[in-house]
């Protein structure tokens, strides 16, 4: 039997985005858990991908040159599913427990959002919606686009690596 997990506002995103991305993986993880290992991942050469994004933003007059990225040791109780509560530079739009968590981060150049959606059979589908505000978000995410599959992929790894090891003897991660 099949459930719908979308977040219901994700279809109206899709529509009137200019890039779709939908990454998926397989693994035990709960929801929050999965969210904290993806959010959370912050390796050495991502922080100086996010130095030298701030440069490039900075050139291009963004509102918010300064983003960073999540922060290594987020756990799962760090995750809030409550609209309008921070998760890094993202903000809770909808939630659902176990379901899926809609993020967005919007600057003067373009809006994003980032859909963390839990499927059954154990697999996590990551959607990534861009939206171009001005025409320095066609070039900015251009620029940064071959880093975004990377980053992508290795938040997944991570979300399902939190998993693994937020798991309890008997839970729902555990091997």
Sequence with gaps: ???????????????????????TIDGQATLRAFAAGALGWAPWWLRGLYLARGVFARLLRTAHPDVRPGSDGMTAADIPFEPGRRI??????????????LLSASDSHLAAHLALVAEPENRFRLVTVVKYLHWTGRLYFAVIRPFHAVVVRG??????????????PGGPAAA
């Excluded at 977040?7 to 995103?13: D, E, I, Q, S, V």
């Design 1 to 23: 039997m099949s459930r719908s997990v979308d977040p219901p506002a994700l279809r109206t995103l899709v529509d009137g985005a200019d890039l779709v991305d939908v990454r």
């Design 88 to 101: 890094g530079f993202f903000r809770v739009v909808d939630a659902v427990e176990e379901r899926y968590l």
């Design 155 to 168: 938040m997944a790894r991570a979300g399902i690596s939190a998993g693994r090891t937020s798991a309890t």
